[in-house]
């Protein structure tokens, strides 16, 4: 199957798709019925299922509504986008956890926590078989998230004995490789290359200055605004080193290093909040030509990318 090249629904992506300045396979939508039936009329899309496991509870919680999944929704909208496969985050919290450290290196929570992800995302297969669900790697998400959940030799774990595919979020592993103090490429090599099945690309940035300026003005409260200061954060526009990073993955791609994925998604931009207001017209028009060149093999070179000078430190 030929790899898709799909970006995150926004109206200024589609402003520029529809002007003929980008060119794309189709939007990632999330599981939202009416907007994906409105982008549906005129784009092809794809769905993203806002869907985590590792709570123990054999089944995947919906984050959007704090309940179980609905799976019925689920087949309902993978029916009518052809969306190929179910995406489930690998993110057991500490709040499913409240007797487990965030940190914890304890040999004993590291097997209970395992051996409850492993169970969740079974019971999802269970639901789909293994050749529809896929597994996205997370990172600790400012202490939120349990330690064990970005481990690589766990995550292998966890999508060797469920049989299911891999989402590899490249920024994702570029934060967690930050978290626990790993070189990226050590970090990367340690994880189930051979079985992805949809990329993830976005650029990282240091919440501060600017980006803390377009919080505000899109309401977002201050107490929020001042737990982000100062941190690493992605879903957000490409920058020098994300293009150094970026080109090394799709070499990695198209080289057969990695598996083969259906699709590689800029998950830049989005139809609320602060994703819409990070989706600038601009940098879209530059940034999504050059990804796609870089996911189809047409552009191998990263000095030939976007020359925006760097302004956080190297993952």
Not at 94 to 105: K, M, R, S, V
Not at 112 to 121: A, F, Y
Not at 295 to 307: C, I, Q, R, S, T
Request: proline letters at 6%; one cysteine or more.
């Amino acid at each position: 199957m030929a790899m898709q090249f799909a970006v995150n629904y926004s109206l200024a992506a589609a402003d520029l798709l529809r002007e003929g300045q980008i060119q794309i396979d189709l939007f990632k939508c999330p599981a939202w019925p009416d907007l994906i039936a409105s982008v549906q009329e005129v784009y092809p899309v794809y769905v993203h299922f806002p869907l985590r496991v590792g709570a123990g509870i054999n089944n995947a919680i919906d984050t959007e509504t704090g309940q179980p999944a609905d799976w019925r929704k689920v087949e309902t909208l993978l029916a009518q986008t052809n969306t190929p496969f179910v995406n489930v985050h690998l993110a057991p919290s500490i709040e499913d956890y409240p007797d487990i450290p965030a940190d914890t290196t304890e040999p004993e929570h590291i097997k209970v926590l395992t051996e409850r992800m492993v169970q969740d995302v079974r019971a999802v297969v269970k639901q789909f078989g293994a050749e529809r669900v896929i597994v996205e790697n997370d990172h600790a998400s400012r202490g939120r998230l349990l330690r064990p959940a970005h481990l690589p030799e766990i995550i292998c774990r966890v999508i060797e004995e469920s049989g299911c595919g891999f989402l590899f979020d490249l920024s994702h592993a570029r934060l967690a490789a930050h978290d626990l103090n790993m070189g990226i490429r050590e970090y990367i090599n340690g994880l189930p290359t051979e079985h992805v099945c949809e990329i993830h690309v976005t650029g990282i940035q240091r919440i501060e200055g600017h980006w803390m300026n377009v919080a505000r003005q899109v309401g977002i409260d201050t107490d929020t605004i001042q737990a982000f200061a100062g941190q690493l954060m992605d879903h957000l526009p490409m920058m020098s080193e994300d293009w150094e990073f970026v080109a090394w993955a799709m070499r990695q791609v198209h080289s057969g290093v990695w598996g083969h994925p259906w699709a590689v998604t800029f998950e830049v931009g989005g139809v609320s909040g602060l994703y819409e207001a990070v989706a600038d017209r601009d940098v879209l028009a530059t940034q999504i030509p050059h990804l796609y060149d870089l996911v189809k093999g047409e552009l191998k070179d990263a000095a030939e990318l976007d020359p925006v000078r760097p302004r956080h430190e190297v993952l």
